[in-house]
């Protein structure tokens, strides 16, 4: 097992780097970013951009450097200059980068004229990158800067803002729906074809099927907006606290930022993701179950004149729950990304909407980095299943 | 020992990179670019110093080169009937302010008034008439006119595919085709019709529907000066697309550009605009709304055209029964370091602490936070004659700042185009007084000072700051810093017509007066709390969720109203919700799309009041006049 372990976190390893690399080039390649539109205002007449602004500008994003250079300033924090052996400086006078590229207007295979890099006017050695600013390396947890959303400050201040709000949101919610939908599948699958059953299965069908925009905005309306303005007691419709204190019929006055108030906005964002998890995982949970109570031993745990109880919860469940715990480790990065939609829906403060801001923005460090922790906790969410397996049935063995 | 192989393999990998990166490096260029397909241009294109003569775009296009044809179009276009299509809520007085007539919004000091262009209402009938005049006659049971060799009256449409011009552009296909003019509609990619060398760039089309923006000074020299028409023989050089070359024009729009006496200004943005209506290069559409919702139970809240930020009498906004007025933003400042983060949110939170120097009502100027704007006419500006030697920093004819020598072409004191010869030449040098008002205050009771714009010159100027473009910078030959102001003395040859708004920004120098340039961007005191000499004061700033201001006892103008004031983070998709629930007060035309269905059913039941304004940003549709 020992031995195992340490091969996967090694594997694990190569893993996270070879998606880093991956998603650092693709990002690279991406349009955008914070160059685009500049050709534009170079030509306007009173905020014009000189091509010493543009080599600056391109020097302080480090889109002057090649993509080599800036991934492993990005993931280590170097090179931060020329290689320093007994005070002796190696490599100084390398290549890397172009601090001003020569550009022209091609025709492509296409018939379209594009602009294209064709040469280099000045370099970038290696020792102009003394004193350059630059991260510690992602490595280390230094993010770097973000380029647009938290404009030149650290991208963990962004990431740290969002943290706490999405592990309340989708902790709770999974929770929930665990406590929910695991006794909902199983109690489903025991009493197949019974009318609860199919109550149940119509409803968890709805539920797979709705989006979560739908739910969400039918909830604003049926919870939050039609009672308040019948004069009903209501569930404040979005965010993750109010700004004024104010008064719910039956609740009462609610001070805003506390406690009470914190949790009746959670209702309804909680609500939603809880009901489109238990929709899905119960119904999981009853087709495992199925398979699982339709097994000669179960039958012949019954023949031996076990409990229905004892059958189900231990010689039943144990077994169907081994394909499940696939799907509840891997909420461990989803702890982490959160809810794009549904955090949008009732402005939710978290990580899903940092994570379509970040893009739709072109603030690639910030992309980079949630990027490299969802990659980080998947695979350890891999590892932890592999394990939980092992727990789960006990003939598996790793090896 | 595990990590210790971990980072020597990635050390190795790291400088293999860099070995890897150095070889695929081009090689610097010194005289000529590399073999490759057809280069055109190796530098970014700036405008030429002699004329153009073209040799391509001569053949007057075959069908909108005829006047006629142009006026037709104008008369089949009915401008009410686009709005409507597309702001269909919107009430038809606001509908009507919306129609442009010429390239400057009706309600502008610019404008030249409805007696002085020719005003083009709808009239399908005049428009036929005018296209049989023309020799596009329709045939009977025809739907689209011909010409006497038989062909269609059919022109290509250009646009992009945004569902806004989808939506007004089939509407005019239809009135065209009322006209018998068959309109071909093509819906290009926005990157494809705005991008550097393709569609508009390269006068790849027709009719070219799109959008400008109109700001509190017009501009336009290089949207209708002769000398501006993009041609492969000036590297596509300008913006007049059409190819509009009319003298009288031309000489006016640049007299408008570069004269500094506001009624000057006037008669000549008189003369282009009649001149403007007589050719239709392109037929003025509409304005573009901005939308704005609030809380019934708010006041003194009122965007007004031509003004950007719409915060500006923030003070005398109040809500009744409450201290706290809640603001919905969805978009989160980035920074509010607004010398490196322009972005329009930036500015509104930015401007609660320290509003702007000036503001823009209905387009026009007016002073704030500065005694007057020193305008020539009140002698708060002068603009002298100077003799200027060989290598002194001046403004040339382009607009260029450059070391004065032989060869350069600049404007001379008589306002003509000269080429620089040696010796001296006399030219224009403005100078301008800036005095702050009496008693302006940080929030921490420190009065502010010259030494205050003194910082706010040192930071805009040094390229440390993260800083974009310093051609204010180059453009400034000194300033001289008093206790209450400035003195700013431009480089002989820059005449900017906007020379008397304030230059320089206030920064606290009793504060930040030595923190480093660079360091400016990341220090918390200048990007997330900068302290205050507004109405407001900045408390506290929850990423992602909120800004939080309390009223400011130091501020020297009219007391806030509201005691406190809540800039909340909210999302496009629960604006409303959040409006109609009570959680915020006010959504700007930056969360608004436009007037829904549902604003409007919810003001008719007296919840909300809504503003929809002409926003700067009109549509029009660019007429190509000649062809390659």
Redesign the interface.
Same mark, same amino acid.
């Given at each position: 097992m020992t031995a195992y372990l340490i091969r996967r976190v090694l594997q694990s390893?190569l893993v996270v780097f070879i998606s880093a690399v991956a998603s650092y080039v693709l990002l690279s390649f991406a349009p955008g970013g914070p160059l685009s539109g500049l050709?534009q205002?170079?030509?306007s007449?009173?905020?014009?951009?000189?091509?010493e602004?543009i080599a600056?500008?391109r020097a302080?994003f480090e889109l002057d450097l090649?993509?080599?250079?800036r991934?492993?300033r990005w993931?280590?924090g $170097?090179?931060r200059g020329p290689l320093v052996i007994g005070g002796k400086e190696y490599?100084a006078e390398?290549?890397?980068?172009?601090r001003r590229p020569?550009?022209?207007? $091609?025709?492509?295979s296409r018939g379209?004229?594009?602009?294209?890099?064709?040469?280099?006017?000045?370099?970038v050695l290696?020792k102009d990158l003394v004193g350059r600013r630059t991260s510690r390396g992602v490595?280390l947890g230094d993010f770097g800067?973000?380029w647009?959303?938290?404009?030149?400050?650290p991208v963990s201040?962004?990431i740290e803002?969002?943290i706490p709000?999405t592990l309340q949101l989708i902790g709770l919610e999974t929770l929930l729906s665990l406590i929910i939908g695991i006794p909902l599948g199983i109690y489903s699958a025991v009493r197949q074809y019974s009318r609860f059953d199919y109550i149940f299965t119509t409803l968890a069908f709805m539920g797979s099927a709705m989006p979560s925009?739908f739910f969400g905005l039918l909830f604003?309306l049926l919870f939050?907006?039609l009672p308040?303005n019948a004069g009903l007691a209501y569930i404040?419709?979005?965010?993750?606290?109010?700004?004024?204190n104010?008064t719910i019929p039956l609740i009462g006055e609610v001070i805003a930022g506390s406690f009470k108030d914190r949790a009746l906005h959670m209702i309804l964002p909680v609500a939603v993701l809880t009901i489109l998890n238990v929709a899905g995982w119960s119904r999981y949970i009853r087709a495992s179950m199925l398979d699982v109570l339709r097994q000669d031993y179960v039958r012949t745990a019954r023949a031996k004149g076990l409990g229905q109880k004892m059958v189900i919860l231990k010689h039943a469940l144990r077994n169907a729950l081994i394909p499940f715990i696939t799907i509840v480790v891997f909420t461990i990065p989803g702890l982490f990304s959160g809810a794009i939609i549904t955090?949008?829906?009732?402005?939710w403060?978290g990580m899903g909407?940092?994570y379509i801001l970040a893009l739709g923005d072109y603030d690639y460090p910030v992309a980079m980095a949630l990027f490299f922790i969802l990659s980080v906790l998947t695979v350890i969410a891999t590892l932890l299943r592999d394990v939980l397996y092992t727990i789960a049935d006990p003939r598996i063995r790793l090896h | 020992m595990l990590r210790n192989r971990? #980072?020597f393999v990635?050390?190795l990998?790291?400088v293999a990179?860099?070995?890897?990166?150095?070889c695929?490096?081009?090689?610097?260029?010194a005289t000529e *670019?590399?073999a490759?397909?057809?280069?055109?241009?190796?530098? *970014?294109?700036v405008p030429t110093e002699a004329p153009v003569t073209p040799t391509s775009f001569t053949t007057p296009h075959p069908i909108l080169g005829d006047l006629k044809v142009r006026q037709a179009l104008s008369y089949c276009t009915n401008k009410a009937d686009l709005i409507k299509s597309v702001y269909p809520l919107v009430n038809e007085e606001t509908q009507a302010n919306l129609i442009m007539n010429t390239f400057i919004p009706t309600s502008h000091w610019a404008y030249a008034g409805d007696e002085n262009v020719t005003i083009y209402p709808f009239d399908a009938a005049k428009g036929a008439a005018l296209l049989d005049e023309a020799g596009w006659t329709l045939a009977e049971g025809a739907s689209f006119r011909t010409n006497a060799a038989g062909d269609e009256l059919a022109l290509k449409f250009t646009t992009t595919s945004a569902a806004f011009r989808q939506t007004w552009a089939a509407i005019w296909e239809a009135q065209m085709a009322e006209c018998g003019v068959r309109v071909v509609r093509l819906h290009a990619p926005a990157s494809w019709w705005f991008g550097?060398?393709?569609g508009i760039a390269?006068r790849d089309y027709e009719l070219g529907a799109f959008a400008w923006v109109g700001q509190a000074d017009p501009?336009g020299?290089?949207l209708y000066a002769c000398d501006q028409i993009p041609l492969p023989e000036n590297g596509w050089?300008g913006q007049n697309a059409m190819g509009w070359c009319n003298e009288l024009a031309s000489t006016n729009i640049k007299l408008a550009n570069n004269t500094l006496i506001k009624d000057e200004r006037i008669a000549a943005y008189t003369i282009v605009q009649q001149e403007f209506t007589k050719d239709i290069p392109s037929i003025p559409l509409f304005n573009r709304t901005e939308t704005f919702a609030a809380a019934a139970d708010l006041s003194g809240f009122q965007p007004v055209p031509g003004q950007e930020y719409y915060n500006y009498n923030i003070q005398d906004w109040e809500k009744a029964g409450?201290d706290?007025i809640?603001i919905g933003f969805t978009q989160?400042p *980035?920074?509010l #370091?607004t010398l490196?983060?322009d972005a329009f949110v930036a500015n509104i939170a930015y401007q609660i602490v320290r509003p702007a120097q000036e503001v823009h009502l209905n387009y026009d100027f007016k002073a704030t936070l500065v005694k007057d704007l020193p305008t020539i006419e009140n002698g708060g500006t002068t603009n002298n004659d100077v003799e200027v030697a060989e290598g002194t920093k001046v403004m040339d004819a382009d607009?260029?700042v450059v070391d004065l020598a032989a060869g350069v072409f600049v404007m001379n004191a008589a306002g003509e185009k000269v080429e620089f010869t040696g010796g001296t030449i006399t030219m224009k040098q403005m100078v301008s007084r800036f005095d702050l008002i009496d008693g302006l205050k940080w929030e921490d009771g420190t009065p502010v000072t010259g030494a205050d714009l003194e910082l706010g010159k040192k930071i805009s100027c040094d390229?440390e700051s993260?800083a974009?473009? #310093?051609?204010t910078c180059d453009k400034t030959a000194s300033t001289e810093f008093s206790d209450n102001g400035y003195t700013q003395t431009w480089i002989p040859g820059v005449q900017?017509p906007?020379y008397f708004l304030p230059v320089w920004a206030i920064f606290p120098a009793h504060q930040l007066g030595d923190l480093a340039a660079k360091d400016w961007?990341?220090d918390?005191r200048v990007?997330?709390t900068p302290l205050s000499y507004g109405p407001y004061k900045l408390v506290e700033w929850?990423?992602?969720?909120?800004l939080v201001f309390a009223a400011n006892e130091n501020w020297v103008g009219t007391p806030a109203k509201s005691p406190n004031l809540?800039i909340?983070?909210?999302?496009?998709?629960?604006a409303e919700?959040?409006l109609?629930?009570?959680?915020i007060d006010i959504l700007d035309s930056t969360s608004l799309a436009g007037l829904s269905e549902t604003l409007a059913a919810a003001e008719a039941e007296g919840k909300i009041k809504t503003f929809v304004e002409a926003g700067g940003t009109w549509e029009h549709i660019d007429i190509q006049l000649f062809t390659r």
């Open positions: 390893i050709r205002i170079q030509q007449g009173r905020f014009r951009i000189t091509e602004d600056r500008i302080s090649n993509l080599p250079v991934f492993g993931l280590i $170097v090179p490599f390398m290549v890397v980068g172009c020569v550009e022209a207007e $091609v025709t492509n379209v004229v594009e602009i294209v890099t064709v040469g280099c006017k000045e370099d290696l490595l800067l973000s647009r959303l938290l404009r030149d400050r201040d962004l803002s969002r709000k925009f604003i939050s907006i308040k404040p419709a979005g965010l993750s606290e109010s700004v004024r104010y955090e949008s829906i009732f402005a403060p909407r940092l | 971990l #980072f990635m050390g990998l790291v990179s860099m070995i890897l990166s150095a695929g490096t081009p090689a610097p260029v *670019a590399p490759v397909e057809q280069p055109v241009a190796t530098e *970014a294109p550097d060398t393709t390269r501009g020299q290089t050089v409450s706290t809640v989160e *980035a920074s #370091f490196v983060e607009g260029n390229p993260g974009t473009s #310093f051609i900017d906007l961007a990341t918390p990007a997330e929850v990423k992602g969720e909120k809540v909340q983070i909210i999302t496009p998709e629960s919700a959040l109609l629930g009570g959680e």
